[in-house]
C-alpha cells in the first residue's frame, strides 16, 4: 500500500490531520507476537484507526491490500 495507496494525494490529505504510527513486527520477536494478538491480528498488513477516546473505530479495519479509493472509504469511515 505504500507505493500505490499511501502516495495517492487524496489519501496524503485525508489522513493529514491524523497521527500515524507504524509498528514493524516482521522480526516476530515476543513483543510483536504481543503487539498481534493485543489486536486479535494474525500478521501485517493491517491498518487501525483509533478515536480521540482512544478506541479503536473497528468498522473501519484494514487487512490487507486496498487501493486509494478503497481506502479512502474507510478513512472516512473512522473519522
Do not use: C, H, W
Not at 487524496?10 to 490531520?17: G, M, N, S
Not at 478515536?51 to 472509504?73: C, H, K, P
Request: glycine share 4%; charged share 20%.
Amino acid at each position: 500500500m505504500a507505493v500505490f495507496t499511501f502516495s495517492d494525494p487524496k489519501v496524503r490529505e485525508a489522513l493529514a490531520p491524523m497521527l500515524l504510527v507504524q509498528a514493524d513486527v516482521t522480526a516476530n520477536l515476543l513483543e510483536d507476537q504481543a503487539l498481534l494478538k493485543q489486536f486479535n491480528l494474525i500478521g501485517p498488513p493491517a491498518i487501525l484507526f483509533f478515536g480521540r477516546d482512544q478506541q479503536e473505530r473497528t468498522s473501519a479495519r484494514v487487512i490487507g491490500y486496498m487501493n486509494a479509493d478503497q481506502f479512502l472509504v474507510q478513512i472516512r469511515a473512522a473519522q
